[in-house]
C-alpha cells in the first residue's frame, strides 16, 4: 500500500514504509455478560497466551492471532456502559482482567490499555449520538490503537500534532511515537489539538490516506507491543470520530486514573510472572549451595526466605491494586473532588508497589536460580526487560511525591492523564 508522506514530517533519507492495517475478524465478537464470566475469560485466553510466549519475545513476533481472540472474547468492551449494551464490570475487575493477561503476555495486556481507557474517556467526555455509534463499533469488536506521546516535545502534556476544521471533517497532521497498539489496530485515535491549544482523540481509520504506521520498535522489553511510530500527513477524520478529550479534565472525573491502575495491572502480571517462574525454576533445576546442608534448593533457608518475602509483596501489590479499582468505582459512580482525589491516590500507591515487585521479582529470579537461569534458552531475562521497559510509565518518584504531599500538607493530585 502506498501512502504518501510529508517530507518535512520525517528525517533525511527514505520515505518510511508503513506496515498495513489487519483484516478485522468476519465475525462480531462476544459480549461479555458480567464480572465472574470477565475473571473466566481472562483465565482461559492467559492459558492459551503463555504458550509461546517466550519464543514471540524472542522473536519479537507481533500478536496478531493472539490479540484477534482477545478482543473477540469480549473483554476488550467490558467497561462499554450497560445503556450502550456493554457489561459495564467494576474496574476491579478490569484490573485484574489486565493482571491475569499480563502474566501470560504483558505485550498483550499493554496493546487493549489505551483501547480500555478510550472507552472510559468516550463514556464521560462524548455526546449521546458519539457514544451510541464508538460504542457499537467497540462491542462488534473494533479495536482502538493509540497515537498520543510525542517524541520532540519538551514536557509530555505538549503536543505538537494539530487538526484545521474543514466543515463536517477535520484534517490531523504531526508525529507520533510509543504508539502501542496503532500497527494491529482497526482504528487510531490520535491526539491532536486544536487552534485554542484543547486535545482531542482524532479517530482515524487505521489506512486511512496519510497515516503511516511503522513497525520500528527497537525497544528491548516489551517488544510485542510494536510501540513505533505514527505519521499524520494531512489525514481526514470525519466530525462523528472527533472526541472532546479536554472536557474529561474540565470537572472532577477518573480518566486520568482509569488510565494509570491499567498500568499498575500490567506491573503485577509481570511480578506475578516472574515470581512463578522463580518458584518453579527453584524447585525444579536450581541446586542447592553447598554451604546450606541441604538436598534441594526448594529447602534453602536464605531461598526460602526470600520468596515469602517476594510472595507477601505480591500480594501486597495485588491488594493495593484491587483497592484502587474499588476507589476508581465509587469515583465513576459518583464523582467529586473528594473521590477523585481518593482514586487518584489508591491508584499512585498501587503503581508504587506494583513497580516495586515488577522489579524486584524479575531481579531476584537469577539470584535464587543460579547462573543456568541465564541461559538463552530459558528466556527469563524477558521478565526483567519487561518490568524494567514498562516500569518506565509515569515516573514512581512521583507518585510516592504525591501520595507523601497528600498525607503531609492535604494536597490533592494534580488533576491531568498521568494522575
Known sequence: ????????LVS??????????????AAPAHVIRDDAEAIRVAHELAARFRVGASERDRAGARPLAELDAFSQSGLWSINVPRAHGGPEVSYRTLAQVIAIVAAADPSIAQIAQNHLGIVAAIRTVSEPEQQARLFSAVLSGTRFGNAFSEKGTKRAAEFETRFTDHGDHVIVRGRKFYATGALLAHLVPIVAVDDEGRAWYAIAERDAPGLTVIDDWSSFGQRGTASGTVIIDDVRVEKSHLVPAWRGYEAPRVDGAIFQIIQAAIDAGIGRAALDDTIAFVREKARPWIDSGQERASDDPYTIRAVGDLTIRQHAAEALLDR?????????????PESVAAAQLAVAESKVLTTEVALAASNTLFELSGTRSTLAEHNLDRHWRNARTHTLHDPVRWKVAIVGNHALNGVNPPFHAWS
Do not use: C, E, F, W
Open 12 to 25: 533525511a533519507g527514505p520515505v518510511p514504509q508503513g506496515a498495513p492495517g489487519p483484516v478485522r475478524p
Open 1 to 8: 500500500m502506498n501512502i504518501a508522506v510529508n517530507p518535512s
Open 324 to 336: 484502587a479499582g474499588l476507589a476508581i468505582d465509587a469515583a465513576v459512580a459518583a464523582p467529586t
